[in-house]
């Protein structure tokens, strides 16, 4: 392929890459329009984030070893499809329960599109060093749409309703759907064995056990029977899942790749990452807008220094590593994160967006840094004919790391929430529709609040944000907790550069050291 039409592959698997990953958030401005219309709790307002992630990753591996079989190509195409058709019901849902459905369907086309972008790109772009730059590019879109969601959501919430934010999917998906039937080649793996549907069944089911006991429990309690055999059936599955994929003859996990320190340990820290920002963003929203009193564009404006950083960063990070090599500019990328969670973790009821601000700097800029060199360690340490199945594990670990941010902050959230919240209202003879209502969400609190009136209602105002800001807080003290182990590991565990290449004239020895700094 010539020079120039790489670039224009490039371009079209990018555009309707945006689409996928401005998905994951452009819905998070959106969820207090959803709660003022479909009156829809903290626990649903999760799960409409999640059904698309579970989908997303429980098919990605599938759909990437299918991709590999019958071409890369047909599997982008029919998930554009997918993907516009999710959209277009989502943006018409008239309760959460279909709304989540329809973000299930969105997560299906979003599985075909991501791994088959990523590996169509890693055939086009044979050159390492062209590669490499191709893949910056690549994750760049990746970090940028994360980061541009509140944003645009913001944007056509200010002039629209909240189901634009999935329509504008429609008419982009299917232009890209047109452009990759002409401008993007087909490629496939001939010695690819066939998908595998039983592990694409026992992933999806042990993650759902998994995230409805994370997501479930602040409303059953921690300790409860239910949520405990949720938790201790989402492991039993994953944990025959794990066994199912070592013994079949044509698994969809290659549990072999994680043998290879610079694989398994920039799968981890892509996760990491991405648990982090997912995490943060998905409470920061609902803070701009229910306690400091933005509008849902005036709260996407306010995240957007994530983007701005991100996206000057991002494209350098491939730079550094040149003349540092991976493991210091990964390393420093989760530090800042960690250090930018700790910093959001002290806001109270008084700061003002002012406060958040150098936070929201420094998540942008250790996702730039972290976002590139992580790929293109994941895909750089496998061959070319193995880049479906490879990309398709690496998107699916960003997928899990969000599912999990926002079900794990998201939960120690509504368990502070409603632990402050329920005995201040649960000895007035309330009824428990209105008990529920306060205690599901903030929103929910404001509205009962704003009906109350007077002195009773600003004091059940001031409550419900004060127990918002502690559960925000609490939640955002695990996460740059969680970032700061996983930093240290990545430090100790991730390979510093690539192994030379077959053939090259350095000794052994010095190959050998190359591949362990």
Known sequence: MRVGHRWVTLAVLCVTLLLVSLDNLILNVALPDIVRTMHASSTELQWIVDAYVIVFAGLLLVLGSLGDRVGRKWVFIAGLGVFAAGSAASAFSGSPNHLIIARGCMGIGGAAIMPSSLSIL??????????ARAIGIWSGTTGLGVAL??????????????????????????LGLLAALFLVPNSRN?????????????????????????????????????????????FAVLSGFIFWERRSDHPMLQLEFFRKRRFSAAIGAMAMVIFALFGALFLL??????????????????????????LVVAP??????RFVGTK?????????????????????????????????????????????????????????????????????????????????????????????LL?????????????????????????????VGGQLGAQLAHAARLAFISGMDLALEVG??????????????????????????????RKEAAAQR
């Open 190 to 234: 001939p010695s690819s064995k066939r998908p595998d549907p039983a592990g694409a069944v026992l992933s999806m089911v042990g993650m759902g056990f998994f995230l409805w006991g994370i997501i479930e429990a602040p409303n059953h309690g921690w300790t409860s029977p239910l949520i405990i055999g949720s938790l201790a059936g989402g």
């Open 480 to 509: 740059a907790g969680a970032v700061a182990t996983a930093s240290l590991v990545t430090l100790l565990a991730l390979p510093n550069r690539a192994p030379a290449p077959a053939g090259s004239e350095a000794p052994p020895a």
């Open 328 to 420: 210091p500019v990964v390393f420093t990328g989760m530090a800042l994160i960690a250090t930018g969670l700790v910093l959001l973790s002290g806001i109270t009821i008084r700061d003002t967006y002012g406060g958040i601000l150098p936070a929201l700097f420094l998540l942008g800029g250790g996702a730039g840094l972290s976002f590139a060199p992580c790929t293109e360690s994941v895909m750089g340490s496998l061959p070319p004919d193995l880049a479906g199945i490879g990309s398709a594990t690496d998107s699916t670990s960003i997928q899990i790391g969000g599912a999990l941010g926002v079900a794990i902050l998201g939960s120690l959230l509504n368990t502070r929430f409603q632990g402050d």
């Open 285 to 310: 929203t609902q803070y701009l807008q229910f306690s400091l009193g933005y509008t849902a564009y005036e709260a996407g404006l306010r995240v957007a220094p994530v983007a701005a950083v991100l």
């Open 122 to 131: 890693t055939n086009v772009f044979q050159d390492p060093t062209e590669r």
């Open 316 to 321: 350098l990070s491939s730079v550094i590593v």
């Open 423 to 451: 005995p201040l209202v649960q000895h007035h003879g309330l009824p428990a529709s209105v008990i529920s209502l306060i205690t599901g969400s903030l929103g929910g609190s404001l509205a009962v609040a704003h009906q």
């Open 149 to 174: 969601g509140p944003l645009a959501g913001g944007w056509l919430l200010a002039r629209f309703w909240w189901g634009s934010v999935f329509l504008i999917n429609v008419p982009i998906a299917l």
